[in-house]
């Protein structure tokens, strides 16, 4: 599985687009780039999946890059309901398995 | 809501007893996933069932096991339970195609005292 790196913590204002990087220069052809959001003492949930280029749905847009070495998260306009920690993953889940491999996540902050 | 149930929401035992936990997945999700989440580690994949049959096991510790049953919900025993059990125990279900979005549940605190 690909190593991600992203940033520990960030700190935004209400109202701010926020953009959190992921590096994963190890991503092989068949690896997913998935974003998942955790509040603290919930389960994570579900954000957004791409392949490349960029994918947009009702709560952030995916950008990536053509050598997809790296991911961006973008979240419109947060508001402080966006404090949580935000996850990406990487991997091929149809075939080297079902499970999902967080790392560290970055903490969001964001302030009033 | 994620349409995902686990009880109970929270478990204190002691040292040594053994406990289980339940985990219903949405309507129609064949597969089940299990995770831990502890403070030092972060969140673990544990073990994955897929329509009653087991899938792909992760850091799974031998005094741990599951299963999944005809109705498709799901049991996480735990044995000789330590301190260090202690954790959060998440469970998730996903879409037949898409095991990338899995859907969690609100999660077990488990409490070893």
């Known amino acids: 599985l690909a190593k991600t790196t992203q940033p520990i913590s960030m700190d935004s204002y209400e109202g701010q687009e926020v953009n959190i990087t992921c590096s994963h220069n190890?991503?092989?052809?068949?690896?997913?780039i998935t974003w998942y959001q955790q509040f603290p003492s919930q389960g994570p949930r579900f954000i957004i999946q791409g392949y490349k280029t960029k994918v947009t749905n009702e709560v952030a847009s995916l950008f990536i890059p053509a050598d997809r070495k790296s991911s961006t998260l973008s979240l419109p306009r947060v508001s402080l309901s966006d404090t949580a920690v935000y996850y990406c993953l990487v991997g091929d889940w149809g075939n080297a398995g079902n499970m999902l491999t967080f790392g560290g996540g970055t903490r969001l902050m964001v302030k009033p | 809501d994620s349409g995902v149930t686990q009880t109970p929401k929270h478990l204190i035992t002691a040292t040594g007893q053994r406990v289980t936990l339940r985990c219903s997945p949405r309507s129609g999700d064949l597969s089940v996933y299990w995770y831990q989440q502890s403070l030092d580690q972060g969140l673990q994949f544990l073990i994955q069932?897929?329509?009653?049959?087991?899938?792909a096991k992760g850091n799974i510790l031998e005094r741990f096991s599951a299963q999944q049953f005809p109705d498709l919900h799901s049991e996480l025993n735990l044995s000789s339970l330590e301190l260090g059990d202690s954790a959060l125990y998440f469970c998730a279900s996903s879409v037949e195609g898409s095991p990338y979005e899995q859907y969690f549940g609100p999660g077990t605190r488990l409490t070893v005292t």
């Open positions: 190890n991503i092989a052809t068949n690896d997913y």
């Open positions: 069932y897929y329509n009653g049959e087991e899938r």
